[in-house]
């Protein structure tokens, strides 16, 4: 197995892919979207998905469960009201109603030590609800 970094509050560790493909999409914009999931069985956090670069924040909205917890990462591309193109990455704790307790927890305790592997990250939305993390949410964030 390849280098991981560990999250030392809950005895999880961040697999090397997650990092490398956060990096791909954050300088060379091969990907719009990565999906992250927890395996308890092997105490890793791997990629669940990746979004190709022509791909939308709906592919993205669509690939997240309805009954477990996922984090995210969302490039959003955008153009200022001076007409300067823009880019901001989200970071998503998706966490929803019908998901288990126990998962929200172990996503809940982990979602920091995620974070600090993938550097570079400008905002967070915590969602668990469709409608607490809609295109108009994003678009906002992003002004």
Known sequence: MAMAFKMATTGMWVADECKNSFME???KKSHRYIVFKIDEKS?????????????GYSDLTASLPDDDCRYAVFDFDFVTVDNCRKSKIFFIAWAP???KIRAKILYATSKDGIRRVLD????????????????????DRAK
């Open 120 to 139: 570079g990250i400008h905002y967070e939305v915590q969602a668990t609800d469709p409608s607490e993390m809609g295109f108009d949410i994003i678009q």
């Open 25 to 27: 999409m954050k300088w």
């Open 97 to 99: 109603s019908a998901s």
């Open 43 to 55: 105490k890793l956090v791997t990629v669940d998905k990746v979004g190709g670069a022509g791909e």
